[in-house]
């Protein structure tokens, strides 16, 4: 079964609202979980790596305040799209580094922003 | 140069076909080599990881590392349809606190 859950699978928003996506880590505890964006058809781009209790890392041409990232706790943490517009639409996927071997992905958000 | 370079395909081979997945990478800083399976609109699935230039086999699937020649690769035996999916190499470093820098992926397509 699943070990990271990503919640909502599908979301659909009005441009100019906020949308959060969560990210548990269901049977380990997590101090650093990233978070993805995929386009069709392309890789997977980090974002940003968050760590809990600290401020999250952005990648290099990631708005950290369009992105905001909160990791609270050891199994949860949280990507929210503010303002979002019709080019925010994307695949967003969290993962969750169990050891350094292991990183366990989410089932990943669908954004539509319309 | 991207750091990771993985051919996108498509690759189309018949069922019980010996499948050869590949990529490049420049940064000789990566230490973890990773392999990832993902179906069409979702998130990717850990096949196999690996640590050390050498081979690694897990049922039909075998992982090498070669560091000096910054190639990895992953081979399927006897593929399935239920085979068909892009496959993602990822690799990481400590420093960069074990972020993964993702190949394009390959797509894989079994016909049976």
């Known amino acids: 079964g699943a070990v990271v859950s990503q919640h909502p699978s599908w979301v659909i928003c009005k441009s100019g609202t906020s949308v959060k996506i969560e990210c548990r880590s269901l049977?380990?505890?997590?101090?650093?979980m990233f978070w993805y964006r995929q386009f069709p058809k392309q890789s997977l781009m980090l974002m940003a790596t968050?760590?809990?209790?600290?401020?999250?890392?952005?990648e290099q041409g990631v708005e950290k305040d369009k992105f905001l990232i909160n990791h609270a706790s050891l199994t949860l943490s949280t990507l929210t799209v503010t303002s979002a517009h019709p080019e925010d639409s994307s695949f967003y996927i969290c993962?969750?580094?169990?050891?350094?071997?292991?990183?366990?992905f989410g089932e990943g958000s669908w954004l539509t922003v319309v | 140069q991207k750091e990771v370079e993985q051919d996108p395909g498509p690759l189309s081979v018949p069922e019980g076909a010996i499948v050869s997945l590949n990529c490049t990478y420049s940064n000789s800083a990566f230490q973890y080599f990773m392999w990832y399976r993902q179906y069409s609109r979702k998130g990717p699935e850990l096949l196999m990881y690996?640590?050390?230039?050498g081979n690694k086999e897990d049922g039909r699937f075998t992982a090498q590392v070669d560091k000096s020649s910054k190639y990895i690769s992953l081979f399927i035996r006897d593929s399935q349809p239920s085979d068909s999916a892009t496959y993602l190499c990822a690799m990481s470093r400590i420093n960069s606190g074990y972020a993964l820098n993702f190949g394009k992926g390959t797509s894989l397509l079994v016909t049976p």
């Open positions: 993962s969750a580094r169990r050891d350094e071997n292991t990183i366990y």
């Open positions: 968050s760590n809990e209790g600290s401020k999250a890392t952005y």
């Open positions: 690996t640590y050390s230039s």
């Open positions: 049977d380990f505890q997590a101090t650093t």
